[in-house]
């Protein structure tokens, strides 16, 4: 990002890794609302450059209705887009993006064009085996999608949401045993050389995604403040 004397503008693009049920969701918002940062995931990006019929949007919505995969240069074209919005200008914390070495090394020359780069990589570092007991006890709130569990964080009432006071809680027909098991096999066998390639980069922190969820919050507001500082 540029201002007005075509000077670099340093704000945070923070990349959040970690597998399904690590918690991203919580603490993207956590970190939103404490610095102001926008969560950018690639579904959320997609659906809105088609709804909003941009020339990448267009694009994307060709390739899905002929039942393809988005290529990656179209989704650096969108992010490209959404990076120039003023909400962004505070920064952003990609989720779900980028997934391969190729993703990465073209996000990184999207960023250098901008006068930017990645701030941290932050892999969130779990346990498998909890894991599973983790994501298979989970449920949302239907209305504003706030995460919760049978047993590590039910809402104060039951069956009421605590943020926006809702009644429909869902769970996703996915969170089986023996499905999230395999979701964590492929997950750390596709993100391991996205891990090497940030570590190699010397941008790459690890947070212990185990422990509280305040815990794990005030981690990643330390390494979002020296990112920012």
């Known amino acids: ?64 209705e002929a039942g393809g995969l988005v290529s990656d240069e179209i989704v650096i074209a969108i992010l490209r887009d959404r990076l120039d919005d003023p909400d962004c200008r505070q920064g952003v914390i990609l989720d779900g993006f980028p997934r391969t ?22 892999s969130l570092e779990v346990d498998d085996t909890a894991m599973v007991d983790r994501i298979a006890g989970r449920f949302t709130c239907a209305a504003c999608g706030e ?10 009432r039951d ?4 943020g926006c006071g809702g ?34 980069e010397g941008r790459l922190a690890r947070v212990d995604a185990m422990g509280r969820i305040d815990d794990i919050a005030a981690a990643l507001a330390a390494l979002v403040r020296q990112t920012m500082a």
């Open 1 to 64: 990002m540029m201002d007005g004397t075509n000077t670099p503008v340093a704000c945070p693009v923070l990349i959040l890794l970690g597998p399904p049920g690590a918690g991203k969701g919580t603490q993207a918002r956590r970190l939103q609302a404490a610095f102001g940062l926008v969560q950018l995931s690639t579904g959320d990006l997609l659906r809105a450059a088609v709804a909003q019929g941009t020339e990448a949007g267009r694009r994307a919505k060709a390739v899905m």
């Open 101 to 122: 070495e190729a993703q990465a090394a073209a996000l990184g020359e999207l960023l250098a064009e901008r006068g930017q780069r990645v701030g941290a990589a932050i």
């Open 147 to 156: 995460g919760y569990h049978d047993t590590h964080k039910r809402p104060a």
């Open 159 to 162: 069956g009421v949401c605590d």
């Open 167 to 200: 009644t429909e809680m869902i769970r996703r027909a996915d969170d089986k045993a023996e499905t999230v098991a395999a979701r964590l096999a492929a997950y750390h066998a596709q993100t391991a050389p996205l891990i090497a390639f940030y570590e190699c």
